[in-house]
């Protein structure tokens, strides 16, 4: 076999420049006017299509660093079945009451703050200060007694 008996099994035949005079005439098979028919087009994606392919970026807006809140600083949840068998009855609830029980985490050297929810039933009273306290949990605070400051 020699050089000059090999044949090519495809054709090497690339796609033809469009739009530079010639055969092609008027839009040269780009459509019609605009961004989309000029050369080197790349027009980005919609943002819809990011935020579906990307899970990170859902519940964000446009410009993340604008529209999330950083600087929120969020509640140790308590319920109020805890406290129950946490605290005496005639007792006062306080951040660091509940630190000193092991109850919530202290944040550095200041007390966190603290929501108390209404999961759990409570049968004796106490004094509920300096804390978030949910509708429920004020309802059932007051029923059995006590009070929130």
Same mark, same amino acid.
Request: overall charge positive; aromatic content about 2%.
């Given at each position: ?11 090497? @035949? ?18 019609? /006017?605009? +961004?989309?028919? !000029?050369?080197?087009?790349?027009? !980005? #994606? ?6 579906? @392919?990307? #899970?990170?970026?859902?519940?964000? *807006? ?9 600087? !929120?600083?969020? &509640?140790?949840?308590?319920? =109020? $079945? ?5 605290? #005496?009855? *005639?007792?006062?609830?306080?951040? !660091? &009451?509940?630190? +000193? @029980? $092991? ?8 007390? #966190?703050?603290?929501?108390? =929810? $209404? ?7 106490? &004094?509920?200060?300096?804390? +978030?306290?949910?509708?429920?949990? +004020?309802? /059932? ?9």
């Amino acid at each position: 076999m020699q050089l000059h008996n090999l044949t090519a099994h495809s054709t090497h @035949k690339k796609s033809p420049r469009i739009g530079r005079g010639g055969k092609r005439g008027k839009t040269s098979g780009k459509g019609m /006017k605009g +961004q989309k028919s !000029r050369t080197g087009n790349s027009t !980005r #994606p919609e943002m819809r299509d990011i935020i579906k @392919k990307l #899970p990170k970026r859902r519940g964000f *807006g446009k410009n993340r660093a604008r529209t999330v809140n950083t600087e !929120r600083v969020r &509640a140790s949840v308590v319920n =109020l $079945g805890t406290l129950e068998t946490a605290f #005496p009855t *005639g007792g006062e609830v306080n951040p !660091r &009451a509940l630190a +000193q @029980k $092991g109850l919530i985490r202290l944040r550095g050297a200041a007390a #966190p703050v603290v929501k108390i =929810l $209404g999961n759990g039933t409570l049968s004796h009273k106490f &004094a509920v200060v300096g804390c +978030q306290v949910s509708k429920m949990a +004020q309802e /059932k605070i007051i029923a059995a007694g006590g009070s929130v400051l």
